[in-house]
């Protein structure tokens, strides 16, 4: 998987994400695979207090470029009215608060799709990496990846494997065994975040122990 997040000039979401704003969202252009073929997807992922929502546009991978976004006119085969209503929304955001690319993320997924319920997944991410960058490719030539899931990095006994159980409404019962089995818990944890928190830390930042949600990780 690979992701383009998108940014103000001052950061004004990741911000919203360091202080824990109880509205708030993210702008991201994501695809999946290194071999161009897959479609690239436009999401705006919004956290409104516990509840995540996201919408998604889906690009073509032969049409995708920085125009559809800052110079919209193309016409694009979307799949039905509401995937080209997310698309223009994408547009009106990115514009309205003079978002660009700041960062790209990309890990490996292993996920699982429940058989007999209307919408469960589980997924398995690994290797995470990130890569500063001001341009719009989602695939950089040469481009140099920080590991971002370091036991080092995250102060832990061993590298990271995030688990994501997703789910539209209530848990299926298998997920509900799955957890109690295991004793899971809920840990949040933003890639964007973490990769900007990090670079930060590279370049010199310096963050108090009781503060600037530093226990996050």
Not at 193 to 201: D, G, K, P, V, Y
Request: charged share 30%.
């Amino acid at each position: 998987v690979t992701t383009l997040q998108l940014d103000t000039p001052d950061l004004a979401l990741y911000y919203a994400k360091e202080r824990e704003a109880l509205a708030r969202f993210k702008l991201r252009i994501r695809t999946y695979g290194l071999d161009r073929r897959c479609p690239v997807f436009l999401e705006i992922k919004r956290k409104i207090k516990g509840v995540i929502v996201k919408s998604r546009a889906t690009i073509p991978a032969e049409l995708w470029d920085r125009d559809l976004v800052m110079a919209p006119g193309r016409w694009v085969p979307f799949r039905t009215a509401q995937e080209e209503m997310n698309y223009l929304n994408f547009v009106r955001l990115v514009r309205e608060i003079g978002a660009r690319p700041v960062m790209l993320l990309r890990y490996d997924r292993e996920a699982y799709l429940g058989c007999n319920d209307r919408y469960a997944r589980l997924t398995f991410d690994r290797r995470l990496r990130y890569h500063p960058t001001r341009d719009w490719t989602l695939w950089p030539e040469n481009a140099r990846w920080y590991t971002l899931d370091s036991a080092t990095l995250l102060g832990r006994p061993r590298s990271m494997v995030i688990l994501e159980l997703k789910t539209f409404s209530d848990a299926p019962r298998w997920m509900v065994d799955l957890t109690e089995r295991f004793d899971l818990q809920r840990i949040g944890f933003s890639k964007y975040f973490a990769a900007m928190r990090t670079e930060s830390l590279y370049r010199g930042a310096m963050y108090s122990a009781a503060g600037e949600n530093c226990t996050v990780w």
